[in-house]
Protein backbone atom coordinates (compact mmCIF):
# COMPACT_ATOMS: atom_id res chain seq x y z
CA UNK A 1 0.00 0.00 0.00
CA UNK A 2 1.64 3.08 -0.83
CA UNK A 3 1.06 6.14 1.31
CA UNK A 4 1.24 9.74 0.04
CA UNK A 5 1.52 12.80 1.74
CA UNK A 6 1.49 16.58 0.50
CA UNK A 7 2.70 19.54 1.32
CA UNK A 8 3.60 23.06 0.68
CA UNK A 9 -0.12 24.66 -0.20
CA UNK A 10 -0.36 28.52 1.02
CA UNK A 11 -1.95 31.48 0.11
CA UNK A 12 -0.02 33.63 -2.42
CA UNK A 13 -0.32 37.18 -4.43
CA UNK A 14 -0.98 36.44 -8.50
CA UNK A 15 2.73 36.07 -10.08
CA UNK A 16 4.33 34.46 -7.15
CA UNK A 17 5.26 30.88 -6.71
CA UNK A 18 4.98 28.07 -4.54
CA UNK A 19 6.92 24.53 -4.46
CA UNK A 20 4.39 21.36 -3.41
CA UNK A 21 6.14 18.30 -1.94
CA UNK A 22 4.87 14.81 -2.36
CA UNK A 23 6.47 12.24 -0.09
CA UNK A 24 5.49 8.67 -1.19
CA UNK A 25 6.04 5.57 0.61
CA UNK A 26 5.44 1.80 1.04
CA UNK A 27 6.54 0.89 -2.55
CA UNK A 28 7.99 -2.65 -2.97
CA UNK A 29 9.75 -2.09 -6.20
CA UNK A 30 9.31 1.10 -8.43
CA UNK A 31 6.39 3.42 -8.30
CA UNK A 32 5.54 3.44 -11.60
CA UNK A 33 3.83 7.13 -12.33
CA UNK A 34 3.51 9.75 -9.77
CA UNK A 35 0.87 12.56 -10.79
CA UNK A 36 0.33 16.32 -9.56
CA UNK A 37 -3.94 16.95 -9.60
CA UNK A 38 -6.27 19.63 -8.91
CA UNK A 39 -9.42 20.97 -7.99
CA UNK A 40 -11.15 23.57 -7.61
CA UNK A 41 -15.09 24.20 -6.23
CA UNK A 42 -17.78 23.06 -7.94
CA UNK A 43 -14.99 21.70 -10.88
CA UNK A 44 -13.71 18.65 -11.78
CA UNK A 45 -10.65 16.62 -10.59
CA UNK A 46 -8.37 17.72 -13.15
CA UNK A 47 -4.61 16.21 -14.33
CA UNK A 48 -1.61 19.25 -13.96
CA UNK A 49 1.69 17.14 -14.38
CA UNK A 50 2.96 13.85 -14.07
CA UNK A 51 6.40 12.20 -14.27
CA UNK A 52 7.23 8.53 -14.49
CA UNK A 53 9.64 7.70 -12.25
CA UNK A 54 11.14 4.80 -15.09
CA UNK A 55 13.10 7.52 -17.44
CA UNK A 56 11.61 11.04 -15.50
CA UNK A 57 9.70 11.38 -18.78
CA UNK A 58 7.95 14.72 -17.57
CA UNK A 59 3.93 15.68 -19.01
CA UNK A 60 2.18 18.56 -18.35
CA UNK A 61 -1.18 20.49 -19.14
CA UNK A 62 -2.24 23.07 -21.54
CA UNK A 63 -2.86 25.16 -18.96
CA UNK A 64 0.21 25.00 -16.64
CA UNK A 65 2.96 24.13 -19.32
CA UNK A 66 5.60 27.12 -19.21
CA UNK A 67 4.98 27.96 -15.76
CA UNK A 68 4.87 24.94 -13.28
CA UNK A 69 7.68 22.48 -13.53
CA UNK A 70 7.56 18.51 -11.91
CA UNK A 71 10.71 16.91 -10.96
CA UNK A 72 11.88 14.36 -7.89
CA UNK A 73 14.23 13.68 -5.70
CA UNK A 74 14.63 9.40 -6.19
CA UNK A 75 16.87 9.62 -2.52
CA UNK A 76 14.05 11.12 -0.53
CA UNK A 77 11.40 9.04 -2.44
CA UNK A 78 9.69 12.69 -2.96
CA UNK A 79 8.32 14.56 -6.12
CA UNK A 80 7.86 18.18 -6.52
CA UNK A 81 6.07 20.83 -8.10
CA UNK A 82 7.53 23.82 -8.83
CA UNK A 83 4.64 26.64 -9.62
CA UNK A 84 5.79 30.11 -10.76
CA UNK A 85 3.59 33.01 -12.30
CA UNK A 86 0.50 31.91 -10.74
CA UNK A 87 -2.47 33.10 -10.96
CA UNK A 88 -5.97 32.89 -9.38
CA UNK A 89 -7.41 30.27 -11.57
CA UNK A 90 -4.60 27.95 -10.34
CA UNK A 91 -6.50 28.14 -6.93
CA UNK A 92 -7.78 24.49 -6.11
CA UNK A 93 -6.86 21.70 -3.84
CA UNK A 94 -3.81 20.06 -5.29
CA UNK A 95 -3.49 16.47 -4.99
CA UNK A 96 -0.44 14.16 -5.64
CA UNK A 97 -1.13 10.18 -6.98
CA UNK A 98 0.68 7.46 -8.06
CA UNK A 99 0.44 4.06 -10.04
CA UNK A 100 2.89 1.04 -10.30
CA UNK A 101 1.42 0.01 -13.44
CA UNK A 102 1.03 3.89 -15.34
CA UNK A 103 3.06 5.92 -17.66
CA UNK A 104 3.11 9.44 -18.24
CA UNK A 105 1.43 9.87 -21.61
CA UNK A 106 3.49 13.07 -23.40
CA UNK A 107 -0.21 14.80 -24.68
CA UNK A 108 -0.65 16.22 -21.11
CA UNK A 109 -3.67 14.19 -20.36
CA UNK A 110 -3.92 12.14 -17.38
CA UNK A 111 -6.68 11.05 -15.74
CA UNK A 112 -7.99 10.22 -11.97
CA UNK A 113 -9.07 7.05 -13.02
CA UNK A 114 -5.42 5.74 -13.75
CA UNK A 115 -4.39 6.33 -10.17
CA UNK A 116 -4.75 4.23 -7.54
CA UNK A 117 -3.33 5.88 -4.54
CA UNK A 118 -3.43 8.96 -3.36
CA UNK A 119 -2.68 11.35 -0.83
CA UNK A 120 -4.63 14.18 1.20
CA UNK A 121 -4.02 17.31 -0.85
CA UNK A 122 -2.59 20.42 -0.09
CA UNK A 123 -4.46 23.94 -0.40
CA UNK A 124 -3.32 26.49 -2.78
CA UNK A 125 -4.83 29.92 -2.69
CA UNK A 126 -3.43 32.85 -4.92
CA UNK A 127 -5.17 35.91 -3.89
CA UNK A 128 -4.45 39.60 -3.74
Known amino acids: QVHLVESGGDVVQPGGSLRLSCEASGATSNYGAIAWFRQAPGKEREGVSC????????SYADSVKGRFTISRNNAKNTVYLQMNSLKADDTAVYYC?????????????????????WGQGTQVTVSS
Open 51 to 58: ISTSDDMT
Open 97 to 117: AQDVDYYCPDNGYFAPLDFRS
